[in-house]
């Protein structure tokens, strides 16, 4: 469900096989895990900076993460994995020689059986007369969890535009429905064309608007595609399987985002997207054609989703120098959001972002970026949710006892089993997040009362006792 209209454009000559797969071998063996506490590169490779993470999360909870590398005379994919635990596992190459011209974002997807399969467009080596130049959008698979790839002799959908994004999605019978969007319009095709097909292969298209950062979703019983059209001043969306429809606009106007549509399939509401209107980032229930602000995400330039099996979704944004990478989290029924997102420390160059989730607590934010000294790497640090703790009341005056009852809720409401200590005391929550503690008399001054609950940030609540 990704696409990306930047490429890198660097050639060199190298050789392809019938077909090309790649070996086990890994730039690094598996490594501690991923922590809120520091940003940690995921492979020693350096990194282009306009380049961004794809991630998909299959059945076992894994969190599948492949991104475009710098290397010698041209460039590379990577893919590694994230565990819900936050344990790294091994980095594999995906392509076993360097190409010339490789793009990115891909689109990454996992099928029903947990194979990956990575879409993308490119040349070895610039030859024409190569298949795997420019003959349309290619894909790697692999079968083994990452471990291996292979490259078939196959396109997902033909063209011969020397650079561009690519998207696809599984259709219900297991077959894909891959394609690309651009100025002439979006263009697709179902099923793969083999290496023999593809001279006299032809796609479907609408051509009435331009289709830039396009992405593809799939509800089960229908494909759209999520775009931004200059000539349709605005954001799109467009039933294109089983059969084409109208375009959907959403409120607001083409934005430019410089980067694929963030967009998921959530489970009891269909195509959810994040994009910026008015300066802020938004989620649009496509099928209801809806917005809802994101709040604490002003001035981002770059929105991006994942979604969890049970509803719940990530919402994650950078911005221009200065702005603080973030994260919110939304409760698994309805669109209620944390009140103020999570603020992650800056590198000292920062550049695209993604995130991803394997449980409902946590998510990994993926970010290209760099400190002083060091080569441009994809970075990850993962994000705790939030629970907010109330008081009543909060004040009190001195000499007297007073009975203080707690409240710790997140997104979805109460959250129980909650321990809150506070001068001394402490209690735990019921079942509807409330619990109570019996101050005795006290001097006047200030008490902290402080949330915990495993899997979740902290959260705390100033109280005054007055004179």
């Not at 024409?128 to 078939?152: I, L, Q």
């Not at 009190?396 to 959250?415: E, L, M």
Request: aromatic share 6%; proline share 6%; charged share 20%.
């Amino acid at each position: 469900m990704r696409a990306t209209t930047r490429s890198i454009t660097v050639l060199v000559t190298v050789a392809v096989t019938a077909a090309l797969a790649a070996p086990p071998g890994s730039a690094r063996d598996a490594d501690p895990r991923v922590t809120g506490r520091a940003w940690t590169a995921l492979a020693p490779a350096s990194t282009p900076n306009f380049a961004q993470a794809s991630a998909v999360r299959t059945g076992d909870g894994l969190q599948h993460i492949v991104w475009v590398v710098d290397e010698a005379g041209g460039a590379n994919y990577l893919h590694t994995t994230i565990d819900a635990a936050g344990r790294q596992g091994t980095v594999t190459r995906v392509l076993p020689t360097t190409w010339g011209q490789l793009s990115t974002p891909v689109d990454l997807e996992a099928d029903a059986a947990g194979g990956l399969r990575m879409s993308f467009r490119g040349t070895p080596d610039g030859d024409t007369a190569n298949f795997f130049t420019y003959r349309g959008v290619y894909s790697a698979v692999s079968t083994d969890g990452g471990a291996t790839w292979v490259v078939p002799r196959e396109v997902l959908a033909v063209t011969d535009a020397s650079g561009g994004g690519s998207t696809f999605v599984h259709l219900p019978d297991g077959s894909i429905l891959g394609g690309f969007g651009d100025t002439g319009g979006f263009h697709w095709h179902v099923g793969t064309i083999s290496e023999a097909a593809e001279p006299t292969a032809v796609n479907s298209e609408f051509t009435d608007h331009d289709a830039l950062a396009a992405s593809l979703v799939s509800t089960g019983s229908a494909v759209y595609v999520l775009y931004q059209s200059i000539r349709g001043d605005g954001v799109y969306a467009r039933q294109v399987w089983p059969s084409l429809g109208a375009a959907i606009r959403a409120p607001g106007g083409f934005t430019n985002p410089g980067q694929p549509m963030a967009v998921v399939n959530r489970p009891g509401v269909g195509p959810v997207a994040a994009y910026l209107l008015d300066d802020e980032v938004v989620l649009w229930d496509v099928l209801a054609n809806r917005t809802r602000r994101v709040p604490g995400m002003r001035g981002a330039s770059a929105p991006e989703l994942a979604v969890l099996p049970d509803g719940h979704l990530w919402v994650s944004a950078v911005g221009p120098i200065g702005y603080a990478p973030r994260a919110s989290r939304v409760a698994a029924r309805g669109w209620a959001v944390d009140r103020r997102p999570t603020l992650l420390p800056d590198m000292v160059n920062s550049f695209g972002i993604s995130v991803s989730a394997s449980t409902a607590l946590r998510a990994e934010m993926l970010m290209v970026g760099n400190d002083d000294g060091d080569s441009i790497q994809l970075n990850a640090r993962s994000v705790a949710a939030q629970m907010v703790l109330k008081a009543t009341p909060r004040r009190w005056p001195s000499g007297r006892t007073q009975r203080v009852v707690f409240k710790v809720t997140d997104v979805d409401g109460g959250v129980a089993r909650a321990r809150v200590r506070a001068g001394g005391e402490r209690c735990t929550t019921n079942r509807a997040g409330r619990c109570t503690v019996r101050f005795t008399a006290r001097r006047p001054g200030r008490v902290t009362a402080r949330a915990t609950k495993a899997g979740y940030d902290a959260a705390q609540v100033r109280l005054t006792v007055r004179r």
